[in-house]
């Protein structure tokens, strides 16, 4: 399926096959949960008391299986822009973060992720702003956070002491539910000893966890499964509390095995099942990938049940691997955040001929779309040459879906496609920030968790755009 072009695939996937495998899957489109309403979420009321919670067998808390990770925070405009190409001045919209939090709170939700290093270090500072706002009392919620010393200068003891201490400020907390050893892999070995175990700062997170600090120490994994292989075969002396993996319907049993960076779901989630360390899942969606799907799944999925939104799909996906303690969600809209209400109050569970058919019919048909598969995590931001990188990959896979990426001038909806993708483009990305000014100078792939090939994606991009401004496709 990998090797198919979308034209291709169009041509022997048609609806008929879609309803076909729908109707092998054996489910029914019965939903008691509303109307849905024009962006295709759920218009109904949202229950208040019906939260699913996982426990954690370390400590007993009860976790909602709905955790909100505040890496993706809406943003507002702060002044205008005199130049076009230009992008506006924006900042944090606390005044919404708060409101998005204290109406999960409300509604059950009691995880929230940050980290030092999300939203250009201002993450924290905002969830613990809008924590304190709720007027709920700290015991009532759960805060997780890492110790994000990715750059050089931060990985020394002294500086790894002053972020933790920093994130205790920040989020107005004299102590650390669950803490994170941050995105460790990338780098394979060498990287994990100069971040954490040669310079004695996983030493110093552990004390923190024996004074209470520290509640619960676990690791978030990206990268190499050398590392990943390691950490668990220590598990005895380290005694992880919990394990943030990406998991998800597509990354299951699709990795590629030629790629150590590339570690499917069901190795990373087996390896911490049979150990009994609970797993927190991020990316369920792909970073929103899978709930802006081309339309030909979407429909395929809208058969299934009409009323359930694309993105409950992967939510009850993961909901339903007994070990997950909690799934993030960046969720940025009220919207998003009203779903997700919904899908886990309470959970619906899939039945085992569901997940089978959307770890395989669905997830082949997803990778079959040339989509570039970044989650929007911004881990490659900012660029030196101020290119903003994630606008372009997902301008360019919102085309992908809506079938306005022509493979050529023959394309029978060329013309529309062609002036789709390309007014598109220039209203998602300022000018000044666009594929063409790409020096490939790589600075930003080995920051990428999921091991794109930036430059070369983003040249690939800019022929594209190139060839369409011309006509010479």
């Excluded at 076909?20 to 054996?26: D, P």
């Excluded at 676990?218 to 998991?247: C, P, R, T």
């Excluded at 359930?308 to 303690?325: E, I, M, Q």
């Excluded at 900012?382 to 022509?406: Q, S």
Aim: aromatic share 10%; with cysteine.
């Amino acid at each position: 399926m990998k090797d198919l072009n979308r034209r291709d695939f169009l041509k022997i996937a048609g609806t008929a096959t879609a309803a076909a495998a729908l109707a092998s899957c054996g489910g029914n489109s019965n939903s008691t949960l509303g109307d849905l309403d024009p962006a295709g979420h759920h218009s109904g009321p949202i229950p208040s008391d019906k939260m699913t919670y996982r426990t954690n067998p370390n400590t007993g808390d009860k976790v909602s299986l709905l955790g909100y990770g505040m890496m993706r925070l809406p943003y507002r405009q702060v002044a205008p822009t005199s130049d076009p190409n230009e992008p506006a001045p924006e900042e944090i919209d606390q005044e919404q973060v708060n409101k998005l939090v204290k109406f999960a709170l409300d509604h059950g939700v009691n995880y929230f992720d940050t980290s030092p290093a999300y939203c250009q270090g201002h993450s924290e500072e905002s969830t613990g702003i809008a924590l304190k706002a709720s007027g709920y009392d700290r015991s009532k919620f759960f805060i997780a956070t890492k110790l994000s010393n990715f750059a050089p200068q931060q990985q020394s003891y002294e500086e790894g002491v002053k972020m933790f201490q920093n994130s205790l400020k920040n989020l107005q907390t004299d102590y650390i539910d669950y803490l994170l050893l941050h995105a460790v892999g990338g780098g394979g070995m060498e990287n994990l000893h100069q971040r954490f175990l040669d310079n004695g700062v996983l030493d110093y997170l552990m004390q923190q966890r024996e004074k209470g600090t520290i509640r619960n120490l676990g690791f978030s994994f990206h990268g190499e499964a050398e590392v990943f292989d390691y950490l668990l075969a220590n598990h005895d002396k380290y005694h992880w509390d919990f394990v943030q993996i990406q998991m998800n319907y597509v990354d299951w049993n699709l990795a590629d095995e030629s790629n150590s960076r590339n570690v499917d779901g069901v190795y990373l989630y087996g390896e911490l099942e049979k150990r009994g360390i609970p797993a927190v899942i991020m990316e369920p969606l792909l970073g929103g990938r899978l709930s802006k799907m081309p339309d030909h799944i979407v429909a395929t999925l809208k058969q299934q049940r009409p009323e359930d939104s694309v993105a409950s799909w992967a939510f009850r996906y993961v909901g339903s691997k007994p070990n997950v303690l909690t799934a993030l969600s960046g969720m940025t809209y009220m919207e998003h955040l009203e779903d997700n209400l919904r899908t886990y109050s309470p959970l619906v569970p899939l039945d085992e001929k569901e997940q089978a058919w959307l770890e395989t019919e669905i997830a082949d048909l997803y990778v079959s779309y040339p989509i570039i598969p970044c989650n929007d995590c911004k881990y490659c931001m900012p660029c030196p040459y101020g290119l903003d990188i994630p606008a372009i990959f997902v301008h360019y896979n919102k085309c992908v879906n809506k079938g306005n990426v022509p493979e050529n001038q023959q394309a029978e909806n060329y013309q529309q496609a062609r002036r789709a993708f390309l007014v598109g483009y220039d209203r998602a990305v300022p000018k000044l920030r666009q594929a063409n000014h790409c020096i490939g100078c790589n600075r930003c792939s080995p920051h990428c968790p999921q091991n794109i090939r930036i430059p070369h994606e983003l040249h690939r991009i800019d022929e594209f755009v190139e060839k369409l401004k011309q006509n010479t496709l």
